[in-house]
C-alpha cells in the first residue's frame, strides 16, 4: 500500500508489552509506529502496510527474530531490518547478518536516542536505496533512449545523405552508377569518380561513404581544383605552430578523417608534392604536417573525383602512374546532365522544391512547357547551372506554377531534339549550307524564344518583333511552330 503520510513507518517486533510501549515512546514523534507480538502479526503488517524499517526482538516464542527477518529480507528486501538481542555472542551475530542480511544489531538494555538515531539513520537508508534504484531506472530508460535517439539520428542522416539522395529515373544511366557504387561502398578501397564538374561526384562520394562500414565516422571533403599548393597541403596534413600567423597549430583533414573518409575532388590538378604525399599515405597510412618533423599515422578511405581521364595525363607524364595505380581499385564514371534527359525533370522540380522551402517562397512547381525546355537543354554547367537556373525562374515567378516564360533566353533559343543541339549564334553562323537556311534557322529560334517569353501572346511578340499579327501568324505558320498543348494564348481568348 502507498504510505499514508509523509513521515516513515517503523514496524516493531516484540513479545513483550512494555517494551513494545518503551519503543513507541521513543520513536513516536519521528515515525508512524505500526506494533505486533510475533512474527505471524508482522507478517500480517507488511502485507497491508507500507514500512521502510524494522525493529525486532531476537528471542520470542514460535520464530526467532533472525528466522523473521531472513522470510522479510526475501519479500520485502527493500525494507531495512534492525534486531535487537540481549545475547553477545559475536559469532551469533555473525552469523545473523549474514542469513538475514541485518543492517545493525542493538544490544540490551538500549537508550531512548540511541534507538531514535538508529531508527533514523535507518530511514535514510531506505530512501537513499529508493533513489538509487530510481536513478538506475533512469539512467537505464535514458541510455536507451539515448541509443535509440542516435540510432534514429544515423539513419536519418544515412537516408538523408546516402543513395536515395541521388536522383534518377528508373531508365535513367545513373541507375548503373549508383548500382555500381553501392558494390564498391561494402568494400574498404580507395575509388576514383570520374566525370565533368558539377555531375555530382562529391554527392555521391558522400553516399559512399553512408553505405560503408565508415558511416559512423567523419565524412570530410575538398576540392583542389583552383587551390594555391601551399594552402591545400596545410588544408590537408596540417601546420604545426609557428607556420601558421599567430602561432597557433591546425590539424589537417587527413588527421580528423581517421577512420572515416575523405572525398578530394578535381584530383588531377593534385601538384606533385602533393601527389607524393596521397601515395606516402595509401601505401603506409602516414603523413608529416606542414613544419613538422614527427609522423602523423591515420587511416581513413580515400575518394577522389576527376575531371578528366586520368590515365590520359598518366599518359602524358602529368599524373603520377603509381599513384593512380593505387587509387583506381574502382572507378566510376559519372555522366554528364546532357546524358540524363529523363532525370532533369526530376531534378528540376526536386532543387525548386528545396529552394522554395530554403527561401521562403512556396510555388506548386514547373509547367510542362518550363520543363521540356529545361530537358532540351545541354546544360554545360550541369547540375550547379541547374539548380542556379531554377534559382533565377523562382526569384522573377509572380505565380505559383512556374512557366517557360521565366526560362533564360538562351535556353529558350535550343530548338528541339533528342540530342540538344547547339545553343549560340556562333554554332549557327559555322554550319554549313545556304544563307536562306541559316537565317531561317535564326529566325525559328528567335521567334519560339519570343513567344514562349511573352506566354504566346501574340500580340505582344508581334510588336517586339516589328511585325503585324498577320505577318506573325504566317511566320508560325511557314515554321510549324505551335504553342504547348493545351495552353491558349492570350490573343485568342480575348
Known sequence: MAPASARPAVLLVDDEPHSLAAMRMALEDEFDVLTAADAEAAMAVLRDEWVQVILCDQRMPGRSGVAFLSEVRERWPETVRLIVTGYTDSSAMVAAINEAGIHQILTKPWHPDQLLVAARNAAQLFQLSRENERMALEMRLLASTAESRVEKRRKALREGMGFETVLRAPNSPMVEVVQMARRFAGFDLPVVLTGEPGTGKAQLARAMHYASLRADKPFYDLNLAGMPEDLTAIELMGAKRGVLAGGVARIGLMQKADRGTLYLGGIETAPPGLQLTLLRVLTEGA?????????????????????????????????RADLYYALAAGEIAVPPLRARRGDIALLAQAKLAELSASHGKPVHGLDEAALEFLENYDWPGNLRELKNEIARMLVLAQDKMLGADLISRHILQAPPGDEGADRSADAVLARTGSLKDRVELMEMRILRETLTRHRWTKSRAAAELGLSRVGLRAKLDRYGIAGPAGRVSQDEED
Not at 613538422?292 to 578528366?308: D, H, K, S
Open 287 to 319: 603523413f608529416t604536417p606542414v613544419g613538422g618533423q614527427e609522423t602523423v599515422g591515420t587511416n581513413f578511405r580515400l575518394i577522389c573525383g576527376a575531371g578528366t581521364d586520368l590515365k590520359t595525363l598518366v599518359a602524358e607524364g602529368r599524373f
